[in-house]
Structure formats: structure tokens, C-alpha cells
């Protein structure tokens, strides 16, 4: 697929020890090669997806990323790229022999596309549909997104349903919700083994099932995903939200629009919503406190995390981690330690397009 001059765009640097029973996941980067050459490189090796415009003004360098990871019938990527232009015409169609639905979730950026007379802009949150065989003209910023290449005969059954939301951006609760699915999919790949594939796939459709064209029974198949993505969301909720004073049942029902029971019933194996907040608010005072990072008084780092009664404080960390906040401070525990990530391959075989190609 590649030119001499840019036959090592995609690669990396040589594997460490892989875990074989992890998903095979591939790594395509150009941050190796020299500015000059990074966006001709890039530019061929996205070549099966879309076409690339560098945007006027820009320099050469062009430093871009993916991640991919082969689920057999699918195929599941997160990209960094820098802003350019996308574009793909009736002659690159022709040329492609590829014809999979892109489910494209925006972590950061914007992409904008025109089709069908349509400008929709796609930014963090939101869902864009594209197929690989219809026209594409558009921009996109520097971007992170998720995307799953879905084969039609996967989905064969609402081939009717996906097309009709084509180069649209869905914004709404369902569209947001599969977005979210994918962002807790990109967080698990990378611990999943060649065991869980078929978990993945069947939850995948069913998501796609149930958010692209929704009735009661396919809202009911999916609902072990559709659970365990909200969960995903309200815990993310929680974090981003520890210090806020108004944290509590009803922000975090506004924010995923979702009912008071319903969110009780996604909490009940974690002890219960109200008590899931207070123990990552008294996670984080703990952080504050043995890492020496924050010397104010330990009311003051009580206060913030909307501990108000001292007493109250200090007797539910004790509690949470059998010593008291003041032992905590003196004893300066370490931080826990981080799990690895997993190790990286590029030399699973072939280019991006031979891996979509395989799918089906």
C-alpha cells in the first residue's frame, strides 16, 4: 500500500512481550519520520478511509496517531490527528472496494461535514454516522476520536435505519449513549482477551440496534450495555464533580437524563449511589492528604469535598481506611500504583485498510 518513501509511516518501535490472548491491537503512527514528510505518509496510509487536505499555512509537520484493534466482524480505532481537511469524491469511491458504516464518537475537537445539502458539526459527545462509500467534504480540527468500522451484513437487519441517519450528527440522548458506549469500550479494550470478542460483538449490535433504530425489544436486548454505560457516565459525573456542593441524586439524574429509581437500581451492587459519592470524596481527601500535595488545614480539605461537621469527617475516613485524617497526613502513604497498560504491536500484519479489509 505504501510508496518506498513512505513505506515505514505505520511504524512503531519493535514490540515489547505480548500477551497473546489479548485483542490484537495494532499501533499506525508517523511521529517518527521527519516533518516534512509526516502528512504525505499519513495522508497515504488513511487513504482507504478518506482523503486528507492540509490545511494553508501549516509547516509540514503533521504528527498523527491510531490505535486499532481487530474484533473479527469489526474493527474499533482511536485517532489523533491534527486539524486538515477531509474529503472523499465518486473517483476514490471507485477505488475502494470498502463499504462500512462509520460510527464516529468525538472525544475532542470538532469534525464538520457537508452532505446531502446538510453542514453538521460533530463535537465531544455527540455521534457522526458516515458510510465509507458516499461522498464526504468537510474539516476537522485537531481531533480525538473513537470510531467503530461496521461491514453492512453485520448490522443487515437495519440496513434501512442506519442509512436514513447517514452523515448525521445525533446529538440526542440515544445517539449520545452510544457515543458513551464507545468511549467505555475504547477504556476496556486494552485488558479484554480473544475470549471476550464475543460479549463485545453481540453488545456492540445491540447498542447500535437499540440507539440507531429503537423499540421496545431492542432497547430490552440492550440493556445489560445500556446499563453499564450509564453507570460509566454517572461515575465519570461523580469524578468530574467531587467538589461541587450541588453533587448529588438530582444533578446527576439531570445529567444523564435518567429517572431517581433508575439511578438507584444502576448503584445497588456499589453500595448505593450516596454512599458511592461519599467514598470518592473521602478517596480524595485521602489523595490530598498522604501525598503531600496539599498542606491546608484538614477541615479546609474536608470543607471542599462537602464534608462540613469535622467530626463527621474524621470518623467516616476512619472508617473508609482504619486510621485517622491526621495519620494519614503524617504518614504520607504513596500513591497507589498504576496497573500497566498493555503492550503495544504494530506488527500484527498489513495497514489500516488491510485490517478493514478482513472484516466480515
Known amino acids: 500500500m505504501f510508496s518506498a518513501t513512505h513505506s515505514q509511516a505505520v511504524s512503531a518501535p519493535p514490540p515489547e512481550i505480548l500477551d497473546p490472548t489479548l485483542i490484537p491491537q495494532h499501533h499506525y503512527s508517523n511521529h517518527h519520520l521527519p516533518p516534512s514528510l509526516q502528512f504525505e505518509a499519513w495522508r497515504e496510509m488513511a ?26 466482524r469489526i474493527a474499533f480505532t482511536r485517532s489523533t490527528t491534527p486539524a486538515c481537511g477531509i474529503y472523499r469524491n465518486e473517483r476514490s469511491i471507485r477505488g475502494s472496494s470498502l463499504d462500512h458504516w462509520c460510527f464516529v464518537a468525538v472525544k475532542s475537537g470538532t469534525i464538520e461535514t457537508t452532505g446531502k445539502g446538510v453542514t453538521s458539526v460533530s463535537g465531544p459527545g455527540s455521534l457522526l454516522v458516515k458510510s465509507l462509500h458516499t461522498p464526504l467534504d468537510g474539516v476537522m480540527e485537531s481531533t480525538t476520536s473513537l470510531c467503530v468500522f461496521v461491514p453492512r451484513d453485520f448490522c443487515r437487519e437495519r440496513v434501512a ?9 445525533l446529538s440526542s440522548g440515544l445517539g449520545r449513549l452510544l457515543a458513551s458506549y464507545l468511549i467505555s469500550l475504547d477504556r476496556q479494550l486494552r485488558w479484554l482477551s480473544s475470549d471476550d470478542l464475543p460479549g463485545v460483538l453481540a453488545a456492540t449490535q445491540s447498542m447500535i440496534d437499540a440507539c440507531i433504530a429503537p423499540t421496545a ?36 439524574c439531570r445529567e444523564l437524563g435518567i429517572s431517581r429509581s433508575r ?4 448503584f445497588e451492587d456499589l453500595g448505593g449511589v450516596v454512599h458511592y459519592i461519599r467514598s470518592r470524596r473521602l478517596l480524595d481527601a485521602h489523595r490530598a ?31 473508609e481506611f482504619g ?35 478482513r472484516l466480515g
Open 323 to 357: 486510621y485517622s485524617p491526621r495519620e494519614a497526613r503524617l504518614q504520607k502513604r504513596p500513591p497507589s500504583p498504576h496497573l500497566p497498560e498493555a503492550t503495544l504491536s504494530s506488527e500484527r500484519g498489513g495497514s489500516l485498510g488491510d485490517l478493514l479489509l
Open 47 to 72: 487513504r482507504p478511509v478518506m482523503e486528507l487536505a492540509v490545511p494553508e499555512g501549516t509547516k509540514g509537520e503533521f504528527a498523527a496517531d491510531i490505535r486499532a484493534w481487530d474484533l473479527g
Open 263 to 266: 439511578l438507584y437500581r444502576l
Open 289 to 319: 492528604l498522604s501525598g503531600g500535595i496539599d498542606n491546608r488545614p484538614i477541615v479546609e480539605i474536608a470543607a471542599e469535598r462537602d464534608f462540613l461537621d469535622p467530626a463527621d469527617f474524621s470518623r467516616a475516613f476512619k472508617r
Open 161 to 169: 435505519a442506519i442509512d436514513a441517519v447517514e452523515g448525521k450528527v
Open 217 to 252: 425489544d431492542r432497547i430490552a436486548a440492550a440493556l445489560t450495555p445500556i446499563n453499564a454505560t450509564l453507570l460509566e457516565r454517572a461515575r465519570e459525573t461523580v469524578q468530574n464533580n467531587l467538589m461541587s456542593p450541588t453533587l448529588g441524586v438530582d444533578s446527576i
